[in-house]
């Protein structure tokens, strides 16, 4: 997925002082971090300081990364994942126990829930109600064990193979897998429970 | 098949990674097995669940603040952000000036042109504004709104000067006419309308030259313009609108 050739001369160019090159570097991966901090810490204000914490910390220890030991991108997701953690353990998290209703009724009957998501053509209710869903996923998904949601979060949403994550989390690759499907399985109970509810 | 194994498979098998004599066992398994039916079934709900949020855009400025606070160096002009917002500033001026100044070319409206620039900066110098002051202006929208108010409060009340002044000139001349005979008012009148043109330096008068061109007969222009307001100031302050 990620040109590593290009990835290193630009790491390359960096190092040696070119601001330019910093630039383009931040530029091609601010967002990925932004959103991996902001599905893991919740809120964008956090996300927000999280990322430049990364970056700060990125571009101290730049000369540090080895492009024979893997992917920019995997060394750049294993530092935002490190800050995650001191992050949540700095924070004590407040649980919201009751804001899981925001859902509205009519998605609520019996269809299985992956066939509510919906997928095309959506008029303005449904992008309303599609942004409502977004939200009741996005605090269900702060509702899960740190390590569930980091799992989940760097597979489902970051597309990360379950080699790359391993090496991320330094967990062997079957933890990784067992993980995911507990991970999406809470999820998945959370949502269904919230439905529930709201019935 | 385990349910240990079933749930080691379970990713893959979401994923669609698994075929053959695995897959068959694999969904074997899940339906016999409840427990791990089920586990299935929530798995595949919530990787739908998780597929389904977008990616979040991050605010404008967090490119911007993450340089700041690492290389120090601005960022470059982009897609975005204040240098772009200048560059369309730029672009819309040039499409503004640049026909404006191709039609300045043509022959028949360099006069006009040129009179219209002579004009307003000769206003401006009246109403008190240089230049070269123009590089001290204070930019901000409030700034701006307030110092176009206080100029063209400035030209307006120039302007009714101008027209009492015209005003009184021109009651004096038709009293004159009324009591001097037919000869010596032509003269006077032929003598005061030099005058007139060299006395004043404001740059109207050259406009006002330009206006009797077309005027008919040769009365005293201002004498007929109670209500109409003379060109320059008039014209001056509808461009500063
Ligand atoms: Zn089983």
């Known amino acids: 997925m990620e040109d590593t050739h290009v990835a290193a001369l630009l790491v390359r160019r960096c190092i040696a002082g070119d601001s330019a090159a910093w630039e383009e570097l931040v530029e091609r991966h601010h967002r990925r971090v932004y959103n991996i901090c902001y599905r893991f810490a919740g809120s964008a204000s956090d996300a927000e300081d999280l990322t430049q914490e990364v970056f700060i910390k990125i571009y101290r220890t730049l000369a540090s990364y080895d492009v024979e030991r893997g992917a920019f991108t ?4 294993t530092i935002t994942r490190n800050l995650l953690v001191d992050h949540f353990r700095k924070t004590k998290q407040e649980r919201r126990t009751d804001s899981l209703d925001a859902i509205p009724a009519e998605e609520a009957d019996a269809t299985p829930l992956s066939e509510r998501i919906p997928d095309h ?5 449904a992008k309303a109600r599609s942004r ?16 569930l949601r980091e799992t989940v979060i760097l597979r489902d949403l970051q597309d990360m193979d379950y080699r790359d994550i391993a090496t991320v989390l330094k967990v062997p690759e079957g933890t990784v897998k067992s993980r995911i499907n507990r991970g999406r399985a809470e999820l998945a109970r959370l949502l269904q429970r919230t439905y529930k509810q709201v019935i | 098949m385990q349910c240990l194994e079933f749930d080691a498979l379970l990713s893959q098998a979401i994923d669609g990674s698994l075929s053959g004599e695995k897959l068959g066992s694999f969904e074997a ?5 409840r427990a791990c039916g089920e586990l299935l079934q929530e798995a595949e709900a919530g990787r739908s669940w998780l597929k389904s949020l ?7 400025s967090l490119v911007t603040n993450i340089l700041l606070r690492t290389s120090g160096v601005p960022r470059r002009a982009r897609g975005n952000g204040l240098s772009s917002w200048l560059e369309r500033l730029q672009e819309g001026a040039v499409a503004i000036v640049s026909p404006l100044a191709a039609a300045a070319r043509q022959p028949r409206f360099a006069m006009s042109f040129g009179m219209a620039f002579f004009t307003l900066s000769a206003t401006l110098s009246l109403v008190g504004v240089r230049l070269r002051d123009l590089r001290h202006l204070d930019l901000r929208p409030s700034a701006i709104r307030r110092s176009y108010y206080e100029t063209s409060g400035r030209v307006v009340k120039y302007y009714e000067n101008i027209r009492f002044v015209y005003e009184i000139e021109s009651r ?3 009293l004159k006419q009324a009591t001097t005979p037919a000869e010596q008012q032509l003269d006077k009148q032929e003598n005061h309308k030099g005058r007139e043109n060299k006395s004043d330096r404001s740059g109207q008068p050259k406009q006002q030259e330009q206006r009797n061109y077309s005027q ?3 009365q005293p222009v201002f004498a007929f313009l109670p209500d109409d307001p003379p060109v320059v100031p008039g014209a001056t302050y509808r461009r500063l609108v």
């Open chain 2, 216 to 218: 008919e007969g040769d």
């Open chain 1, 132 to 147: 409502e869903t977004g939200e009741a996923v996005h605090e269900a998904l702060q509702r899960l064990s740190p390590e």
């Open chain 2, 172 to 174: 004096v001349r038709q």
């Open chain 1, 121 to 125: 053509a959506p008029g303005p209710e």
């Open chain 2, 54 to 60: 977008g990616e979040i855009a991050p605010p404008p």
């Open chain 2, 29 to 33: 398994h899940g339906r016999e097995c």
């Open chain 1, 74 to 77: 995997t060394w750049l997701t």
